[in-house]
């Protein structure tokens, strides 16, 4: 069953067409990814699914419901949680008040002191951290604590916006593996990465888009093998995941 659906969803950024007619679909519980070079309108369909833009036409539908245009509070409520591109922390906070910002909307004290415990059981190493400063922490460590920052919302959907960016390999295996636990505990998972390999191992399905528009879409395991993502896309050295 449908449970995220892009309808001939456009985006303008002034005069300049960021999204342009993207249609894209996926199932609860799935993980898709979103592909492209640096201006293809991968992070601007993030923004726009999170609220933080708004379309210019086209529909955003979430089980069912239209959320188009809504605000990024309003898709909080609705369970959408965004990790942004660059992690956007706020480094001269702990982490632990990094983590307790993303629980704005939990009515009680009781309630995200229970999400802050199942963010723990994913990056045991922020407990270990919860006191330090955000900013003093490593790139992984500070990826870790975006994530989990989006996570405090108790999300159905999480939104990652380039999350092995400037990781070391070790790290984006990390990542990775948390993605899968993530996911495994059915949170669906959509992937917004210029890493293309790690993208594909992680989803399910996958959209490739350029200048704004899907050039490519099928399961990420067929587009592993697709002779124009190899080449554009799959060459060079990348981090084993598995």
Known sequence: MTFIKFENLSVHYGPIKAVDNLNIEAEKGSVICILGANGAGKSTTLRAFSG?????SGRILLDGKDVTGLS????VERGVSMSPEGRRLFPDMTV???????????????????????????FPRLRERIGQRAGSMSGGEQQMCAIGRALMSNPQVLLLDEPSLGLAPIMIAEVARIVRTINAEGISVVIVEQNARLALQLSDYGYLLETGRTVLEG????????????????????????
């Open 96 to 122: 632990g008040d990094n983590l307790r910002l993303g629980a704005y909307l939990n009515g009680t004290r009781q309630s995200w002191k229970s999400d802050m415990e199942r963010v723990f059981s994913y």
């Open 72 to 75: 990024s509070d309003q898709m």
């Open 219 to 242: 399961p990420a395991k067929k587009l592993q093998h697709d002779e124009h993502v190899k080449t554009a896309y799959l060459g060079g050295t990348m981090a084993a995941t598995s």
């Open 52 to 56: 933080l833009v708004k379309p210019s």
